[in-house]
C-alpha cells in the first residue's frame, strides 16, 4: 500500500519561499514518477511539477518555471518542492501523487496525499 504524506504548507507573504516535502512509502519507485498538483478554491486541480525517481527529470507547469524547483532523496524516498518569489495566485492545496505514466496527465496518477494548505498574502 503506497502512503504519501505532504508537509511544509502554510501562510507567507507575497514573495516569499516556503518548501513543500511529501514522504513516499510502500514500495519501490525507480520506475516511477512524484507529481505536484494544487487545486485553488473553485477551480479545478492542475498540474505543478513532477521528477522520475530514475535519472530525475524533472518538468515544470510554465507559471511556475524559475520559480519552484522540484527534487527528490531517493534514499529517504523524499520529494521536495522549493517555491520561491510566491504569488498570490499560488493559493491552493498542493498535493504529491505517484505515477508510472504519462508525467502531465493527472488522470494516470495512481496515489494521492491529503494535500498541504499554502496561503500567499498580498
Known amino acids: 500500500q503506497v502512503h504519501l504524506v505532504e508537509s511544509g504548507g502554510g501562510l507567507v507573504q507575497a514573495g516569499g519561499s516556503l518548501r513543500l516535502s511529501c514522504s513516499a512509502s510502500?514500495?519501490?519507485?525507480?520506475?516511477?514518477?512524484m507529481g505536484w498538483f494544487r487545486q485553488a478554491p473553485g477551480k479545478e486541480r492542475e498540474f505543478v511539477a513532477a521528477i522520475r525517481w530514475s535519472g530525475g527529470s524533472t518538468y515544470y507547469t510554465d507559471s511556475v518555471k524559475g520559480r519552484f524547483t522540484i527534487s527528490r532523496d531517493n534514499a529517504k524516498n523524499m520529494v521536495y518542492l522549493q517555491m520561491n518569489s510566491l504569488k498570490p495566485e499560488d493559493t491552493a492545496v498542493y498535493y504529491c501523487?505517484?505515477?508510472?505514466?504519462?508525467?502531465?496527465?493527472?488522470?494516470?496518477?495512481?496515489?494521492w496525499g491529503q494535500g498541504t494548505q499554502v496561503t500567499v498574502s498580498s
Open positions: 501523487a505517484v505515477t508510472s505514466g504519462f508525467i502531465v496527465d493527472q488522470s494516470t496518477y495512481d496515489y
Open positions: 510502500g514500495r519501490t519507485f525507480s520506475n516511477y514518477a
